[in-house]
């Protein structure tokens, strides 16, 4: 596609609920980045996938939050049990990365998570 | 673990006052990248450093990396209110990961 795609944009979700966040990136870019991002906040690292690599998971805030890419491709943002803590947006990004310059990391819409 | 801290975290100017904000790393960087996000949107791209020294322009903003790669600042002279949002410095540190600092804020008042 032309840009990232995030699915839903937006995700109302009760306590306690499983939900699951959809990231198409760009074709062809080999790095995705999840982040998330509370109101009025910096970008809080969660997860990174680079090609077939196994993914830098140190972001994770818990073992409730899991992620996985398909086929190198779309990424699921599985959070379980959410708390109200949760609430925030999310956003994806992906990039072309290789040797020591980088391509521009190119952002998605963002789902924003609300947690009642 | 690998951080980049950036400085100041909120920044109130009046239109036409410069802006700085300042990106620092504990490890040497491979690269910093800097973006920009409005609010309600997303952050998008500005520019990339790569060379140790580095500075770069595009017309109000000064971007430079330190000689030794691990701080960098980006500077606005005579701010406009459309300068308005959330400032983000990105540094590459080893292998692919990108690590962003949280962020300067910045208000113009007009």
């Known amino acids: 596609g032309a840009g990232v795609s995030q699915s839903p944009s937006n995700k109302v979700t009760e306590k306690g609920k499983d939900v699951e966040l959809r990231c198409d990136p760009i074709s062809g870019h080999t790095a995705l980045y999840w982040y998330r991002q509370s109101l009025g906040q910096g970008l809080e690292f969660l997860i990174y996938f680079q090609g077939n690599s196994a993914p830098d998971k140190s972001g994770l805030p818990s073992d409730r939050f899991s992620a996985e890419r398909t086929g190198g491709s779309v990424s699921t943002l599985t959070i379980q049990r959410t708390q109200q803590e949760d609430s925030a947006v999310y956003l994806c990004?992906?990039?072309?990365?290789?040797?020591?310059?980088?391509?521009?990391?190119?952002f998605g819409q963002g789902t924003r998570l609300t947690v009642v | 673990g690998q951080q980049v801290m950036q400085i100041p975290q909120y920044q109130h100017v009046q239109e036409g006052e410069d802006f700085t904000t300042y990106c620092n790393s504990s490890?040497?960087?491979?690269?910093i990248q800097w973006y920009k996000q409005r609010p309600g949107g997303h952050p998008v791209f500005l520019i990339q450093l790569v060379k140790s020294g580095e500075v770069k322009k595009q017309k109000r903003l000064t971007f430079q990396f330190g000689e030794a790669k691990k701080n960098s600042s980006l500077h606005i002279t005579a701010t406009q209110t459309t300068d308005v949002g959330t400032y983000f410095c990105?540094?590459?540190?080893?292998?692919?990961?990108?690590?962003f600092g949280a962020g300067t804020r910045l208000f113009v008042k007009a």
């Open positions: 490890t040497t960087l491979s690269n």
């Open positions: 990105a540094g590459r540190t080893g292998g692919f990961k990108t690590i």
């Open positions: 990004a992906s990039r072309l990365a290789s040797g020591t310059v980088d391509t521009e990391a190119f």
